[in-house]
């Protein structure tokens, strides 16, 4: 399956609870089908005092969003695209690379 979305990617949440929100991807994980992103679907956690957090506690955390509850935040109109992808010649030398449906701008890779 082709990687519409990548780390460091700004996504806008589609669906769910945070719907309208963006943010940046902080991690994707393919197997899953799931994307984290950077102060979205927030979660608390009570965690164990550890040499990281000495005192322990109630600890907030990114918790995975499905890939279909997100969408690519289009670089020129700043609303949710689609993703396509496109073979692009420069000097003999193919290369693929993807682009924001919605108004045809490449997507810096």
Do not use: C, Q, W, Y
């Not at 990114?62 to 509850?69: I, Q, R, Y």
């Not at 693929?96 to 810096?108: C, L, N, Q």
Request: hydrophobic letters at 40%.
């Amino acid at each position: 399956m082709a990687a519409r979305i990548k780390k460091d990617d700004t996504v806008i949440i589609i669906a769910g609870k945070d719907k309208g929100r963006a943010g940046k991807v902080l991690m994707v994980l393919p197997e899953a089908e799931r994307v984290v992103v950077e102060g979205v679907n927030m979660v608390k956690r009570h965690t164990k005092p550890d040499m990281a957090n000495p005192k322990g506690g109630v600890v907030a955390k990114e918790a995975p969003l499905h890939l279909s509850n997100v969408a690519l935040r289009d670089p020129k109109t700043g609303k949710p695209t689609r993703v396509g992808f496109k073979m692009i010649e420069k000097g003999g030398v193919a290369r693929k690379v993807r682009f924001a449906k919605g108004s045809g701008v490449e997507i810096d890779v």
